[in-house]
């Protein structure tokens, strides 16, 4: 699926406005993004959280596609029955062999890595022809900023608060995309909602494939992260920029590396825009800071490798 | 804190109480109207020196409860209705296996994932099992802040001493209202010895708590057992509170938040001249079926406020045993009637039943 900004300008918006998020939340531009690049040919299933809740505040809706909401746990379960329902369809006549529709499940970080892992999980293996993107900012915002188990090491938030002794999040974050990767799934992609191009050419590719895709963006949510409403986009670049959350896509197994930062930002600096970090700016005797831009230095020094290895697999390939 | 008055939300009252009541682990999860409670803990627990996980579903974390209490501590956690329907499973294991747990439900408006408002509409959840199988969970119902917290502290004894899951049925209104609370006749205590529990066999018989029983005959007696438990729970571990019923003609019958506003009502009633009383169950299971038989035999009839379309008035017409008039009267989806509007309702069955007698 080509992505051109120009032709999307003129498509209509299929998700309305006047819904009910926060102002400067970023996660209304990934709904809308994804629909930009799906169509109207498109089902939602949605997890509970605040994007279920902000477009979907009975009477009214936002989504101007089908959209199905379900519990907290299962909404790669719901889209695999919706998708299970169209082939049963689709093999009866009832559906035209070539019509294309899409598929899409949606949840937050509580939803996906947490509650929703068994069921999304499952739902890869089956082999389902479903896009998966997980919105993640974090931590529960919905109930109100309770950790998740991506909540970064050193965090605060209201079930891991910053005191004296224990300072934030103690534990360190479960890499999902890698998790999602070893499903061996046809497509595999991480996003941030600051780079807008490479997210919906992400879409488009995980659409155009047969089978399962996933695709992990990253959301700043100001009322956790303790930043300025305005600046959600900026402190999503930032985070690109220091590699805490790299831009990259494994496609039927490939690495590819999306976005290199020329300069590389200390991730101090990027926590220094998050309230959440205070307590760790101001005294940081376990050193988790620097604990911090090992893992990063790490995980991207690993990234690369992986990246090179493919390059080397598809030439031999060509070859 | 401890001897003088503080204010607080019922939750964070839930919170403390537990802790003077010895909880040493609580396992919690987010779900709005409860996550100050979860909240608390995450900060009070750790002070302690306690347990405080927040798991990665509700599954988990009343599988936590599971764990901590089979090997004798005391357990807790919290959710609200849709996440307590994820706990049903636990729950059912915890009855068949005799565990005692807290469970607190500050429940909200359903099915389904319906709203974050104050509803009582879990009562057949509570007061039924629950989950699957043939067991009764002790549920007990406060209606003030203060009693959040002096529940809570019994919860734990009852878990113990009938070696139960003890559910607290408090709701979004009661959680996340604030009141004075003393926690001064609370001592800190000291939970009992557990000689059952899972501790490792040193110096003894190695023991089993199980909840498989794959002999047919073996799960009857087991059943038959746990029958036995729950008649003596019957027998000596109803709670209520009666109001005015001396005189009563007319008599309410309500808990938890339902029972405070009809308590204004009742107020105004008398002072308009109707003779109304009201019973207030504080155990919904073993539910105070002897107070409504004997108020059977003396009122007109029974009024029944709850925030559901009608849950609690299924025990209600189980103690009057068809002879009086039981009416329903409430709101639901999260909503709370006003005292006014019950009143109201008291007029009207004054009237209906004042009809059926000319009849």
Redesign the interface.
Known sequence: MAVSLKKMSKNPELLAAGHRSCGGCAAPAILRQTLHVAGPNTVIGFATGCMEVATTIYPYTAWKVPYVHCAFENSASTISGVEAAYRALKRRGRIPEDKKMNFIAFGGDGGTYDIGFQALSGALERGHNMLYICYDNNAYMNTGIQRSSVTPRGAATNTSPAGSVIRGKQQARKDLTACMVAHNIPYVAQASVSNHMDFMKKVGKALDIDGPAFINIMQPCYRGWRHKPEDSIEVARVGVETRYWPLFEVENGRWKVNYKPKEVVPVEEWFKLQGRFKHLLAEDKEGVIQWHQEQIEHAWSQLLKREAESKEEGQKEAE | MGQEKVLMTGNEAIGEAAIRAGVQAYY?????PQ?EL??YM??RM?EEGRVFI?S???LAAISMVTGSSVSGKRAMTSSSS?GIS?KQEGISYMAGMELPGVIVNVMRGGP??GNIGPAQSDYWQATRGGGHGDYRTICLAPSTVQECADLVYLAFDLADKHRNPVLVLADGRLGQMMEPVTFAHLPDAQPPEKPWALTGAKGRQPQRIVSLHLNLDELEQHNIKLGKKYAKIEKDEVRFEEIQMDDAEACIVAYGTSARVAKESLKRARQQGLKVGMIRPITLWPYPYEPVRAAADRVRFFLVPEMSLGQMIEDVRLGVEGKKPVYHTGRCGGNVSTAQEILDELHHCCQKTQTATRV
């Open positions: 919690g999860y987010p779900i709005t996550n979860t909240a995450s900060r750790l927040q990665e579903s509700e849709p994820l389904g994932l």
